[in-house]
């Protein structure tokens, strides 16, 4: 299963202006600081929770059909499947018709459900077999994503902006502001 982005978001959930009013910073000296501050918050809670927050687009690839009929997206929320592929394996790929697959792209998780007449398609290639194209993110504009979410995005600019040790997106390590955690504690997976 892979996971690869198409497409990234055009804007960021909080503007650097937004970000210096929440720093009370005045000048601009520090603005590329600022940005790149708000690129790795937005990644650091994306890759955490499994989130797209700006929309964006992915395609996500998979061997093949599962058993179940219904391919569990690693990304949410999903707004829409711009398309379906089965690969073949002279590199060639078919569209499956979208009639022959149901989103269920705000569950918890998302999933893809085949429930086409025919058995879904086996794919030719072994690995990678099959793509599926995902529109991804709250919405197109910053105000889309939620309130929460921006505010947990403020309180961890604001604390590698204060503590400006190298952060490496992903590390088990990375202590982030507890308010900031309880932030976002509502957007994490949950497991029965």
Do not use: C
């Not at 995902?134 to 403020?154: H, I, S, T």
Request: hydrophobic share 45%.
């Amino acid at each position: 299963m892979t996971l690869v982005m198409t497409s990234g978001p055009d804007l960021e959930p909080i503007s650097v202006a937004e970000a210096k009013a929440h720093l009370r910073i005045d000048g601009s000296e520090e603005d590329a600081l600022i940005a790149s501050l708000i690129i790795t918050s937005r990644l650091h809670i994306e890759a955490a929770l499994g989130l797209a927050l700006i929309a964006q687009t992915w395609s996500y690839f998979i061997d093949r059909w599962p058993r179940s009929r219904a391919v569990v997206l690693p990304l949410k929320p999903i707004q829409s499947v711009s398309q379906v592929r089965a690969w073949a394996a002279d590199g060639t790929s078919q569209a499956l018709p979208a009639t022959s697959y149901l989103l269920d792209g705000m569950g918890s998780p998302p999933r893809l459900v085949w429930h086409g007449a025919s058995t879904a398609p086996v794919p030719g290639r072994i690995v990678n077999g099959i793509e599926i194209g995902l529109e991804a993110g709250y919405g197109e504009a910053a105000a889309d994503v939620p309130a929460p979410l921006r505010q947990a995005l403020l309180l961890l600019v604001a604390h590698w902006y204060e503590y400006r040790g190298p952060v490496e997106i992903g590390a088990a390590d990375i202590e982030i502001p507890h308010m900031a955690s309880a932030l976002l504690a509502p957007y994490r997976g949950r497991h029965l």
